[in-house]
């Protein structure tokens, strides 16, 4: 059969098996398993083991489940409430200060969490009930903390990017230190709309400058500073060639566990035993579906799929740019329905060779990817972040919420457009911190 219609029955079949509600890593080990038995007969299962727990042996790996424990003991605090907190009451004097506080916190507690739903819990139990208390058009109140969440995927540290990196193999400092300005350029293009939409509600008030006493400002520092030492110190270690990404998860989760035990009490077995068990739920998660996208690849390599799909890419005349936009509706679509780690596992085997050979930067690629997959989580069907600000303010409508979000995604398209205009965005930090790659 000729590879590119074979190509084509395993998407449908893939496509038609995730949407009958097994988990991505099962439906894909399914797949996997029913066409090499099909194509190479009984005896392709004999390999399955060997590749399957052969994606798991990789120190990087170690990365996950540490900076998803660093996350989960962060957000099992009030760390997030004191970050929100602190941002409120130094940031009062900016006009619209509080939309801008609210953002901040999101952008940080994301690096600090990397979770998207974590940051929108964390960030929205505090910041929409205060913003809509002040008056707040509903829409800015939700659709700010559902967008600003989406950067937990893209801040550094990220699980997001690791996964990548390792799919890829690319370098996770590099990806990292791409994902700084990208980040801060987003969180800006939030800032700006949201304070624009402030002002065309009509209520001019809200932007009007607020007061805190400078005892009010410097009494809850000493409970936000401590973590974000740890931010810096970790990926000051990172980049500094101090330690590898896992030796710096390792150290980082260990000090995250230790301040939220002496800083918010917690003490209790009970509540250390939540954080390792979600920690845990999660981390098993995301390496089952690194394990079986390994075993998808080798499927669609061993059936001549990704080879002949690469090939007949590269003999298209169309410009590198047609092209990429293909690309980027390929990944829209399906950050529709999937996860960002399942999407990236299943299509950066495919699409690295083809970005490559069409002239683009795979460091550049991941970040654009990144950036689509934060639209997915803020896009129906699946919109993850929407259920979760649906979920903290039942009472604004999930329509609401969702025309609320729209601007904030047109913000991450435009953030998109620049890059392709302007790739030195991503690559220009992690060329001069690590030099240029070669």
């Known amino acids: 059969m000729d590879p590119l219609l074979l190509g084509g029955i395993v998407a449908i079949s893939t496509v038609l098996v995730l949407f009958s509600g097994v988990s991505v890593g099962l439906g894909l080990m399914i797949v996997s398993t029913g066409f090499l038995i099909i194509f190479d007969g009984m005896r392709s299962l004999e ?26 003991s962060i957000s099992s605090t009030r760390a997030g409430a004191d970050l929100y907190e602190a941002l409120e009451r130094w940031l009062t004097r900016v006009p619209g200060g509080l939309v801008i506080s609210n953002l901040g916190a999101c952008a940080l507690f994301a690096a600090m969490s990397g979770s998207s739903p974590a940051t929108c819990a964390a960030i929205g139990k505090m ?5 809509r208390k002040r008056g707040y058009p509903d829409g800015v109140a939700a659709g700010s903390i559902a967008a600003g969440g989406t950067l937990g995927i893209l801040i550094p540290p990220s699980v997001t990017m690791i996964v990548y990196g390792i799919a890829t193999e690319t370098s996770i400092g590099r990806l990292f230190l791409a994902g700084v300005i990208p980040g801060l350029l987003l969180v800006l293009l939030f800032m700006v709309w949201s304070l624009y939409s402030t002002w065309q ?21 000493p409970r936000v500073l401590p973590f974000l030492a740890i931010i810096v110190g970790v990926l000051y270690a990172m980049y500094g060639g101090i330690a590898t990404p896992s030796e710096t998860a390792a150290v980082g989760a260990l000090l ?15 509540d250390l035993w939540v954080v390792l068990r979600d920690s845990t739920k999660e ?9 079986a996208a390994g075993v998808f690849s080798y499927m669609l390599s061993s059936l001549f799929i990704t080879q002949a799909i690469a090939e007949w890419i590269g003999t298209l005349d169309v ?25 990236i596992l299943m299509a950066a085997p ?68 620049l890059l392709c205009f302007f790739p030195g965005l991503a690559t220009w930090l992690p060329d001069v911190v690590m030099g240029e790659a070669v």
């Open 319 to 343: 410009n590198r740019w047609v092209l990429m936009s293909f690309v980027m509706l390929f990944l829209l679509v399906a950050g529709f329905f999937l996860p960002p780690v399942a999407v």
């Open 283 to 291: 981390s098993v998660m995301i390496l089952f579906i690194i394990a």
């Open 201 to 221: 509600s009509g209520n001019k008030e809200l932007l009007n400058a607020g007061n805190y006493t400078w005892k009010e400002k410097l009494e809850i520092l």
């Open 47 to 72: 390999l399955l083991p060997e590749i399957l727990f052969g994606k798991l042996d990789n120190f990087a790996l170690l990365a996950i489940p540490m900076f998803i424990i660093m996350g989960s």
């Open 127 to 131: 910041g929409i009930p205060e913003m």
């Open 350 to 417: 495919i699409l690295l060779p083809i970005i490559t050979t069409a002239g683009f930067d795979p460091i550049w690629f991941a970040v654009v990817l990144t950036i689509n997959m934060e639209i997915g989580l803020i896009s129906p069907p699946v919109g993850l972040n929407l259920y979760v600000i649906n979920g903290i303010a039942p009472d604004i409508s999930l329509k609401t919420i969702l025309k609320g979000s729209m601007p904030f995604v047109a913000c991450m398209v435009l953030a998109i457009i």
């Open 256 to 270: 995250c566990l230790m301040i939220a035990m002496i800083i918010y009490k917690l003490w209790s077995p009970k």
